[in-house]
């Protein structure tokens, strides 16, 4: 009997380690074109002490620019409320018991968007994967870093429309005399090469964007409308854009019309063509097998449903914080957890485990912090 129990012990270790999970490791290898211009920035004195600068946007910058006038709209725990509506008719399941079981979810993601447990976006993300609709990603969807630069969510960028990137370009009006200054989106000319067009209005954002969206309100900040007026002394930023340029276009004309004049922008079109290799490392996310379970990923503002139960992330970013919520739905009630600023380098060799509460637990105490600590399981079961 006295030799049974390191035996006892060994064999559990066996299993322990034995059922552990592995690390999931993934590689992609891309091949991007990226647009630059010739020169980055041009400049007209439109009247004397009254200039105008004009700068084409890459994609990554729209992004971040979008993003950060999207925090400075209060995208985040305090925001207000922007519920969705739908009728019976508007989801595409197949029975009406379905549809009101969807509705009553709906109701309570609300609920937790007003104490401030869920954010519109997230919200948004869950409503859209229950109606398989939305962003959907295994976290390995990336776009190039060719420039180093940080990468932010694009779902803040107006300027992508149908997932496809508009080319943007980034007007300076700086008003150094004492002359108030009248003009509009109708003042600007593209020619690409031969080609003329002008660029978007705000109206077909409008109908291209739902009207709850933070995309149509970073719109309403950032376009160039029909009419503005720059006061003396004033300097203001906007951005106009027109459908993707050819890149085999080489020359690129943006034309200012102003008092019967025409003042140019000229630019060199250049596509500089490269590969990249992308290395992720997998974690995986525990969910139940009696239960639909969702799960909607933050990385760094980059919001999206997750595919299954991986979520994959850069190996050189697998120590920045990640934010997962879940909503866990059995028999018409669902559960919802969050876990807030984890790491997927901690969670390489086993799952995560979301605590999950109904909605009248969470409206006692939102942040209860036990709730928002993820668990380990390192058996695989």
Same mark, same amino acid.
């Given at each position: 009997?006295?030799?049974?129990?390191?035996?006892?012990? /060994?064999?559990?270790?066996?299993?322990?380690?034995?059922?552990? &999970?592995?690390?999931?490791?993934?590689?992609?290898?891309?091949?991007? *074109?990226?647009?630059?211009?010739?020169?980055?920035?041009?400049?007209?004195?439109?009247?004397?002490?009254?200039?105008?600068?004009?700068?084409?946007?890459?994609?990554?910058?729209?992004?971040?620019?979008?993003?950060?006038?999207?925090?400075?709209?209060?995208?985040?725990?305090?925001?207000?409320?922007?519920?969705?509506?739908? &009728?019976?008719? =508007?989801?595409?399941?197949?029975?009406?018991?379905?549809?009101?079981?969807?509705?009553?979810? #709906?109701?309570?993601?609300?609920?937790?968007? *007003?104490?401030?447990?869920?954010?519109?976006?997230?919200?948004?993300?869950?409503?859209?994967?229950?109606?398989?609709?939305?962003n959907i990603s295994d976290?390995?969807?990336?776009?190039?870093?060719? =420039?180093?630069?940080?990468?932010?969510?694009? *779902?803040?960028?107006?300027?992508?429309?149908?997932?496809?990137?508009?080319?943007?370009?980034?007007?300076?009006?700086?008003?150094?005399?004492?002359?108030?200054?009248?003009?509009?989106?109708?003042?600007? *000319?593209?020619?690409?090469?031969?080609?003329?067009?002008?660029?978007?209005?705000?109206?077909?954002?409008?109908?291209?964007?739902?009207? !709850?969206?933070?995309?149509?309100?970073?719109?309403?900040?950032?376009?160039?409308?029909?009419?503005?007026?720059?006061?003396?002394?004033?300097?203001?930023?906007?951005?106009?854009?027109?459908?993707?340029?050819n890149p085999s276009n080489?020359?690129?004309?943006?034309?200012?019309?102003?008092?019967?004049?025409?003042?140019?922008?000229?630019?060199?079109?250049?596509? /500089?063509?490269?590969?990249?290799?992308?290395? #992720?490392?997998?974690?995986?996310?525990?969910?139940?097998? =009696?239960?639909?379970? =969702?799960?909607?990923?933050?990385?760094?503002?980059?919001?999206?449903?997750?595919?299954?139960?991986?979520?994959?992330?850069?190996? !050189?970013?697998?120590?920045?914080?990640?934010?997962?919520?879940?909503?866990?739905?059995? !028999?018409?009630?669902?559960?919802?957890?969050?876990?807030?600023?984890?790491?997927?380098?901690? #969670?390489? !060799?086993?799952?995560?485990?979301?605590?999950?509460?109904?909605?009248?637990?969470?409206?006692?105490?939102?942040?209860?912090?036990?709730?928002?600590?993820?668990?380990?399981?390192?058996?695989?079961?």
């Open positions: 009997m006295k030799t049974s129990f390191p035996i006892l012990t /060994l064999l559990s270790i066996f299993i322990l380690l034995g059922c552990s &999970n592995k690390p999931i490791f993934k590689s992609i290898e891309r091949d991007y *074109q990226k647009t630059s211009f010739n020169p980055v920035v041009v400049e007209n004195e439109i009247i004397p002490n009254f200039i105008i600068s004009i700068t084409p946007q890459n994609y990554l910058e729209t992004d971040r620019e979008s993003f950060i006038f999207s925090q400075a709209d209060g995208v985040g725990e305090n925001e207000n409320v922007r519920s969705w509506v739908y &009728n019976l008719s =508007d989801i595409e399941v197949k029975s009406d018991k379905n549809k009101r079981i969807i509705l009553k979810i #709906f109701n309570e993601i609300d609920q937790l968007v *007003q104490i401030g447990f869920l954010t519109t976006e997230i919200s948004n993300a869950f409503k859209l994967k229950m109606i398989n609709k939305g976290g390995s969807e990336v776009i190039s870093m060719l =420039d180093n630069s940080a990468v932010y969510s694009d *779902q803040y960028n107006p300027y992508k429309v149908n997932n496809r990137y508009l080319s943007v370009f980034k007007a300076s009006f700086t008003n150094n005399s004492d002359t108030l200054i009248k003009l509009g989106i109708n003042n600007f *000319q593209v020619i690409s090469e031969n080609e003329l067009l002008n660029p978007l209005k705000t109206e077909y954002f409008e109908k291209a964007f739902d009207r !709850n969206s933070e995309k149509l309100k970073n719109i309403l900040r950032m376009n160039l409308s029909d009419d503005i007026i720059i006061l003396p002394k004033q300097s203001i930023i906007k951005y106009f854009a027109v459908p993707t340029l080489k020359g690129l004309s943006i034309k200012f019309l102003y008092n019967s004049k025409v003042y140019n922008y000229d630019y060199d079109l250049n596509i /500089l063509s490269s590969k990249e290799s992308f290395n #992720f490392i997998g974690v995986k996310i525990k969910k139940q097998k =009696d239960a639909i379970t =969702d799960i909607v990923i933050n990385q760094q503002g980059r919001i999206y449903s997750l595919t299954d139960n991986i979520i994959y992330v850069l190996e !050189n970013k697998q120590t920045e914080p990640l934010t997962i919520y879940s909503m866990k739905v059995s !028999n018409g009630y669902a559960e919802y957890g969050k876990v807030v600023n984890i790491r997927a380098y901690d #969670f390489q !060799n086993s799952n995560i485990i979301i605590p999950t509460r109904s909605l009248n637990v969470i409206k006692k105490n939102p942040n209860d912090i036990k709730y928002l600590v993820p668990q380990k399981s390192v058996i695989r079961l």
